[in-house]
């Protein structure tokens, strides 16, 4: 489970790491508290998601109108599907460098990986492709716990001096603390910011509670704000629904062939929009699920993928004809039907209507990124 920027940064000031000065709004306050009065700040949206930068949803501003403006702004911006209900204003920094430290777990090996680099930012992932190397890596058993020393002489290789050096340890053991009594996925300072006088400063804050521990954090829970609203609409229908942002509709039955459905439309060069789990036992939903679908505006083709066994693909194609048959779909459909009802599965579908049907899902998944090129 995912923490606010604004909640993880409230754990830090906890555990002695030092985050800009702030509050966090849900209405436009002329006030904004009077330790900000007069300086310039920054407006951060609060949502669930890394990229906010690049999205637009960081925002610098100098004077009580563009606060007013850019606060409007945030909370009618959508980044990655999700729109802020809170915005977290801070003093502006002065960042003279950006570093990224973090920890995960390495699943592999079951240790604990501390990452640093001394080139932190917006472009870490970017980074993390092109020069891997620029980020030092250290796993750690959990039974040994965070060596100091090592950790120190690993930030020495950075080129810091000496004392910041000895602040990032310091920071670095502080947020070891944080994802081990936590119990983190993610625990990330990223920038970890020095400032024009030589101040460290956590100027943004990623913390993941594992789900499993996440029952010991009730004061945490808001899982609805994961969830972009049509996921949410999914979700009060028991149907599996996850947002993507390409443009083709996927629907199959159960997860693990709806991945491999993802999987075959990018090999040929296409890009899902969502997925949408139906199964036998929610065939009758199919009208709410191609709703779902089509309720995604950069849905331009539907490709559905069923493979029949406790599921029956007749009964699903039973759900899916009568979707057909209310006049719904405004896109075209691609099909591939094999295992358990997929002989009358097919025969029902092509008596819908439905042109493009095959057993094949490989042949399917390659006509839909065809048909795609010509709309
Ligand atoms: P993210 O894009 O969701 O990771 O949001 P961050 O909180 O990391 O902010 C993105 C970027 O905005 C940072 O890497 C900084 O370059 C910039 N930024 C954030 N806060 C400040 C600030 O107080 N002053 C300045 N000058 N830049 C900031
Ligand atoms: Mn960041």
């Known amino acids: 489970m995912k923490l606010y920027e604004f909640e993880a940064k409230k754990i830090f000031t906890e555990y002695s790491i030092p985050i800009p000065t702030g509050s966090v ?76 430290l973090g920890y995960s777990i390495l699943r592999s090996k079951a240790k604990i990986v501390f990452m640093i680099s001394g080139e932190g930012g917006m472009d870490i992932e970017e980074l993390a492709r092109t020069r891997p190397e620029a980020i030092i890596k250290l796993s750690i058993d959990i039974l040994d716990g965070f060596n100091k020393n090592h950790v120190e002489s690993l930030i020495g290789k950075l080129g810091f001096d000496e004392k910041t050096t000895l602040e990032i340890a310091d920071i670095a053991r502080a947020l070891y603390r944080i994802f081990t009594e936590y119990e983190c996925d993610v625990a990330e300072i990223n920038p970890l910011v020095i400032t024009g006088d030589g101040k460290l400063i956590a100027a943004d804050a990623r913390i993941s509670i594992y789900d499993e521990a996440v029952h010991k954090h009730p004061e945490y829970q808001k899982e609805e704000d994961t969830y972009t609203p049509l996921e949410t609409r999914a979700r009060k229908i028991n149907l599996g629904y996850v947002e993507l942002d390409g443009d083709i509709g996927v629907t199959g039955n159960g997860a693990g062939l709806n991945m491999a459905t993802l999987d075959i439309i990018t090999y040929f060069g296409g890009k899902p929009a969502n997925f949408l789990e139906v199964s036998g036992r929610t065939y009758h939903k199919a009208k709410e699920a191609i709703e779902i679908i089509l309720a995604n505006p950069n849905v331009k083709i539907i490709f559905g993928n069923f493979f029949g066994c406790i599921s029956r693909c007749d009964v699903i194609a039973k759900g899916l004809a009568e979707a057909i048959k209310s006049g719904i779909l405004n896109v075209p459909l691609v099909i591939a039907m094999r295992g358990t009802g997929s002989v009358e599965g097919l025969e029902t579908l092509k008596n819908a209507g439905v042109k493009e049907l095959y057993e094949d899902d490989i042949d399917a998944g390659k006509r839909v990124v065809e048909i795609l090129k010509t709309l």
């Open 25 to 100: 709004y849900e209405q436009y306050n002329a006030d904004r508290g009077r330790h900000l009065t007069n300086k310039p700040v920054v407006l951060k949206s609060q949502v669930l998601t890394g990229g906010r930068g690049k999205a637009g949803g960081i925002k610098p501003a100098f004077t009580e109108e563009e606060v007013r403006n850019g606060f409007k702004q945030l909370l009618s911006l959508r980044i990655k599907g999700l729109q802020a209900r809170q915005i977290l204003i801070e003093e502006q920094l002065d960042i003279k460098r950006e570093i990224y």
